[in-house]
């Protein structure tokens, strides 16, 4: 277990040192656990061109890093309501900018929504070439904190899923 120091509690953002994630915020509680492996034999992602995260939708872009899937990426996901946002519902889609970072057989995602006011990350442990298995935690709400399932589909398209919808990620 290792020490939280003098780090405060209200805020996710305070110093890194000491966090597994290579963002330097808060990191997720206990990514690898049971209620990970039970989401995550629940969900089958194809990436087909089907798939509502198919469509082109993103608006950032990483050249330099499109032969690997760190970088810079567009995030959004659906399938719940945020109270901060006036008017927001389940079946909206909240978009934002993301950035992914491998380290070893993890992989973090690190997303905003809401014009960067809230703040997500996900840590995840690779599963085989394409897949992605573990949970986020809401940066900006830390007592929300769900498992989540990837696909990499791409370079340019990570399909995913949390227990309430969609997480996706494009670029």
Request: a negative charge; glycine letters at 12%.
């Amino acid at each position: 277990m290792r020490s939280e120091g003098k780090k405060s509690s209200d805020s996710a953002f305070d110093s890194g040192r000491g966090t597994r994630n290579p963002f330097g915020v808060m990191d997720v509680p206990t990514p690898d656990d049971e209620e990970v492996s039970a989401f995550a034999a629940s969900v089958k992602l194809e990436g087909t061109a089907s798939d509502e995260n198919a469509e082109t939708w993103g608006t950032e872009s990483d050249c330099n890093s499109n032969d690997t899937i760190d970088g810079s990426w567009s995030s959004r996901w659906n399938g719940g309501a945020d109270p901060t946002i006036p008017g927001d519902a389940e079946d909206k889609w909240k978009s934002g900018r993301g950035e992914v970072k491998t380290a070893g057989e993890r992989v973090y995602l690190l997303f905003d929504w809401h014009h960067g006011v809230r703040k997500g990350l996900i840590d995840t442990r690779r599963e085989g070439a394409k897949g992605l298995v573990g949970k986020y935690v809401n940066l900006t709400d830390p007592k929300i904190v769900r498992p989540w399932v990837g696909l990499i589909v791409s370079n340019q398209r990570i399909d995913g899923k949390w227990p309430g919808g969609r997480l996706d990620f494009r670029r």
